[in-house]
């Protein structure tokens, strides 16, 4: 049994399998998921668990190089968009960040290896993070 980090086996195996430039989706209770694409559903209730506190403990155990977002969030959702670049400030290596469609981060979301749904229910709370090298 693991001691600390992630403890939710789904996520654990994703991230341990994940290779340089892998993604992997955080979302809202709202993205709609591929069929063809894992969905690691996490909602309890609208609001929980929130984006933020899922995609914080991710980044914690995945090493990022680029992070995709919806232009609209920059909109339509400040003040996610505000908490998300605050973390991404605090990663110890660079960590490029790209804004598409909303449409084109939904079709992204089939080449991810994995989408994590969460109870969020705040506009355009979606997020494709690509994973770097570990050495």
Do not use: W
Not at 45 to 56: I, N
Not at 77 to 104: D, F, G, K, R
């Amino acid at each position: 049994m693991k001691r600390n980090g992630i403890i939710n086996a789904d996520i654990s195996r994703v991230l341990s399998y994940m290779g340089h430039t892998d993604t992997l989706a955080v979302g809202d209770c709202g993205l709609p998921i591929p069929d063809e694409t894992e969905r690691i559903d996490l909602s309890l209730k609208l609001g929980v668990p929130s984006f933020m506190e899922v995609l914080r403990e991710v980044a914690k155990e995945m090493k990022i190089e680029k992070v995709v977002l919806a232009e609209e969030i920059q909109e339509k959702n400040p003040e996610v968009l505000q908490e998300i670049l605050a973390l991404v400030s605090e990663m110890e290596t660079e960590c490029a960040i790209e804004y598409i469609s909303h449409a084109e981060l939904k079709a992204q979301t089939k080449s991810c290896k994995a989408v994590i749904r969460t109870g969020e229910t705040t506009p355009y709370a979606n997020i494709i993070l690509q994973s770097a090298c570990l050495f």
